[in-house]
């Protein structure tokens, strides 16, 4: 069983981050050592057994500190358990179907590849007006993206109990 866990997150307004924790949570809680942390905080992951990364989607983009993650420590990422999601539609729905499909970022779909990802997961995620700057506002109400908390916890909370067994089965 892969006994230390980093969760990693991209984030802008804090949604994302809380999706991080709400997974530590539950891996903490089937019996790992987890360490959630920002991306941009995190040198190096030699040290953990087990990696589960994940950023909020901006314009089919993953934050720049996730992604610079992903790409930078490929390598190490390739030799252990690797779990990726990301957080970002708005509105009812799959959100996969929401995003036709959409999982991952194209630039880095080759790198999950590579490190042979165990799952790709996307959430819902938030669009909270009052944090957002005039551009964003304007965007949004041009792209009519509903506003709102629309991340779904127990869907959130299945992938993470998914992720601990499948750790400890290993």
């Not at 779990?83 to 799959?94: E, K, M, N, Q, Y």
């Not at 590579?114 to 949004?140: N, Y």
């Amino acid at each position: 069983m892969s006994d230390k866990v980093l969760v990693a997150y991209g984030t802008k307004y804090g949604a994302t981050a809380e999706i991080a924790g709400r997974i530590g949570e539950v891996l903490e809680k089937a019996g790992f050592t987890v360490d959630v942390l920002s991306a941009e905080r995190v040198a190096d992951i030699s040290s953990y057994d087990a990696v589960v990364l994940g950023s909020a989607v901006y314009a089919g983009s993953w934050r720049k500190e996730a992604a610079k993650l992903l790409t930078a420590q490929e390598s190490v990422l390739a030799e252990r358990p690797v779990w990726l999601f990301s957080s970002g539609p708005t509105g009812v729905g799959d959100p996969v179907e929401l995003l036709n499909g959409w999982r991952l970022p194209d630039a880095l779909r080759p790198v999950a590849e590579r490190i042979k990802a165990r799952d790709i997961a996307v959430f819902h995620g938030v669009i909270d007006m009052q944090k957002l700057s005039l551009p964003e506002r304007l965007l949004i109400k041009g792209i009519k993206a509903p506003a709102g908390d629309f991340r779904d916890w127990p869907a959130i909370t299945a992938w993470a109990e998914n992720i601990a067994r499948a750790l400890q089965s290993a």
